[in-house]
Structure formats: structure tokens, C-alpha cells
């Protein structure tokens, strides 16, 4: 396809001001459109389409938008959600990035707008849902990923990348943890009791809190520059689902199954160290849950990476996704669709008598 240029000033001048605004990696609240730029008029609109498919028996939803898009080759940006919410913490990423590129943004079971089975009849581990989601991409001839990995979409991506790393184009991580000083005890310490002995009492009661709907209001507001600016949308879309009949359990099962985690750090860090993959962090630096502890040591497996700690808390698109949107539409240009584009070059290069 020929690529639409019409946008690249507004994001040169967005990407500009965020350099500017930047210290030692750290993005301040100045950090914005310049003045008169209307973010939706960044990017030509793309129609976001809502999707099943079966896949065991589960009913799973997927968003996808830009597959007419596509340039051929091109690997498909893949929306790995956290927990509580689903593919909605994405609804407005999607279009600034689905004008150029094909975008697809699951709903894990449990979560969102997918089946939501009881835990008796499913198996809610990162394995079976990481399984799930690859199964998904392959139906929907996905062959190549760049992967978005987000709080709990950090265990599922980093399985599906460990396990097909030629498939993977690069990784944009927000708040997704794969290093053990990324855990800190003061909110970890719990579920490190849940994983030792899940009849735990008192780690039950904690991790019950957390389904709660201040629990829920806490996880969005927290550490942002303006709590009141956060759309209370979130929580009156994630809380009804938190909410249904069973949901209880399914989120302790997966509690309890998210201690097969740490285990896997050595080997997701050293798939990092060999495989070197394009990378960019975009991380909310007031986050209780993942704070900045755990963004740096991504820069010891890969010293290339792009690292940006941004002035806001766990869900940062909510608050910075214009922002994130131009860092990571910068950054793909540059060292993904560039950097195939000439890895294409050289090897028809090589081929040539």
C-alpha cells in the first residue's frame, strides 16, 4: 500500500515536544499536542470491527481494525490487555494506529466481552489463555506480531514470544513485568502468601479486595496527575463483568496461577538477551503494582530498547495515549517497518547473482 504521509508532521512535532519534555526517560504532564492539533485529526479514521470466534468451546471477542491496511509482510500489532479490564483500556489506541497498521485486540475468557466459564469447566492459566490467543492469531492468518504487553497480557505475550520468537516483529511494553525487582512486597506480599498456601485466609480476603469497585477505581486513578480527568467509563465497563456469578473464583485461579510467573523470568529475560527484538517501554512510573522498578531492568537484556517512564500510573493510555500513540508510531516506523524493509533489501541483495 502507499503509505498516508499526511499525518507525520503532527507526529514529528508530537514526538519533538515529548524528547524535549524528557529527562533521564521521564515524560512530564507538559507532554501534549502542540497548540491547535486536534488528536483526531492525527490519523485517517479506521473502522474498528467487534469479532468472535470459538476456539475449545469458549466464545472469545476480539477487536480488530486496519486489515485492509496492511502493507504485505508487515507484522499485525497485537493488544495484550490486563486485569480487571479487557480490549476496552485499547478502544483508543486502536484507531490512532489502525490507519497504517492491521490491529487486533482480544479479550481473554473471563475478561470482557469474551465467555466467561465457570472455573470448575475451564482452565484458567496463563498457559491454556496464551494458547487461546495463539490459536486466535493463527485463524486470523496473524503470522507476525508485534506484541503490546500490559500487566497480565505481559505473562501471556511473553509465553507466545519464548515459544515462536522468529514470529515476533517487536514488543511495546506498558506496565508489564518480567523481573522480580518488579514485585515489591508491599503489594505482592499476599500473593506470595496465595501461591505458597492457597487456603491462606487472610491473602484470600486481600486478593477478594481487589475485585472490589473501589478496588477497581483505585487501579485506574491512582498515581495519575489528574484523577478526576479519568473517565469513570472504566470502571462501569469492567466492574459488571468483575461482577457476574463466579467471576470470584476465576480470577483466584488465575491469581494463584499468576506464581508460575516468576519462575519463567530467567527464561523470558534470556529470550531477550538472545533474541534482541525491536523494543520500545512506555511506562507509568506512579504505579503501585509494576512501578519503575520493574521498567529498568529491561534495559540490561536490551540496551537498545526505548525507554520512556511516564508522569502517570497503571493504566497510562488513559491518560497519556496520545502521547503513547506517537512514541509508538514513531518507533515502529523506525525500527520495525524500516528495519524490514531492509533486512528485505539485503537478502534480495544476497540472493542476486
Avoid: C
Avoid at 37 to 63: C, L, N, Q
Wanted: hydrophobic share 40%; no cysteine.
Amino acid at each position: 500500500m502507499t503509505r498516508d504521509t499526511s499525518h507525520r508532521s503532527t507526529l514529528s512535532a508530537l514526538a519533538v515536544t515529548a524528547a524535549l519534555s524528557t529527562i533521564a526517560g521521564t515524560a512530564g504532564p507538559s507532554v501534549g499536542a502542540p497548540p491547535g492539533a486536534r488528536a483526531d485529526a492525527m490519523v485517517e479514521s479506521a473502522p474498528v470491527y467487534g469479532r468472535t470466534m470459538t476456539i475449545e468451546g469458549t466464545e472469545v471477542f476480539y477487536r480488530e481494525a486496519g486489515s485492509d491496511r496492511q502493507d504485505p509482510g508487515e507484522p499485525v500489532i497485537v493488544l495484550l490487555h490486563g486485569f480487571p479490564t479487557s480490549s476496552h483500556m485499547f478502544r483508543g489506541l486502536i484507531p490512532l494506529l489502525a490507519d497504517e497498521y492491521r490491529v487486533i485486540a482480544p479479550d481473554y475468557p473471563g475478561y470482557g466481552l469474551s465467555d466467561a466459564p465457570p472455573a470448575e469447566e475451564f482452565e484458567y492459566t496463563f498457559d491454556n489463555i496464551a494458547g487461546m490467543m495463539e490459536e486466535l492469531l493463527d485463524r486470523v492468518g496473524a503470522e507476525r506480531w508485534v506484541l503490546y504487553l500490559q500487566d497480565y497480557g505481559a505473562p501471556v505475550g511473553f509465553r507466545l514470544a519464548t515459544k515462536h520468537p522468529d514470529r515476533v516483529a517487536g514488543l511495546i511494553i506498558q506496565n508489564g513485568n518480567a523481573y522480580e525487582e518488579g514485585l515489591p512486597d508491599d503489594f505482592w506480599g499476599p500473593w506470595r502468601d496465595y501461591w505458597k498456601n492457597p487456603d491462606d485466609k487472610d491473602a484470600i480476603n486481600y486478593l477478594a479486595g481487589l475485585l472490589t469497585l473501589d478496588a477497581t477505581k483505585w487501579q485506574y486513578t491512582h498515581g495519575t496527575r489528574i484523577p478526576d480527568a479519568i473517565s469513570p467509563d472504566n470502571w462501569l465497563v469492567v466492574q459488571p463483568l468483575l461482577d457476574r456469578p463466579g467471576n470470584g473464583q476465576v480470577q483466584l485461579e488465575l491469581a494463584f496461577d499468576y506464581g508460575s510467573n516468576p519462575p519463567r523470568y530467567p527464561a523470558w529475560q534470556e529470550y531477550l538477551r538472545k533474541n534482541q527484538p525491536p523494543t520500545i517501554i512506555t511506562w507509568g512510573r506512579h504505579d503501585k503494582i509494576f512501578p519503575a522498578s520493574g521498567a529498568l531492568p529491561y534495559l540490561r537484556d536490551l540496551p537498545n530498547a526505548e525507554l520512556h517512564l511516564l508522569d502517570t500510573g497503571h493504566f497510562a493510555l488513559d491518560e497519556d495515549g496520545d502521547l503513547i500513540a506517537a512514541l509508538v508510531r514513531r518507533w515502529l516506523e523506525r525500527e520495525v517497518v524500516e528495519s524490514d524493509a531492509t533486512t528485505a533489501t539485503q537478502a534480495a541483495a544476497d540472493d542476486t547473482p
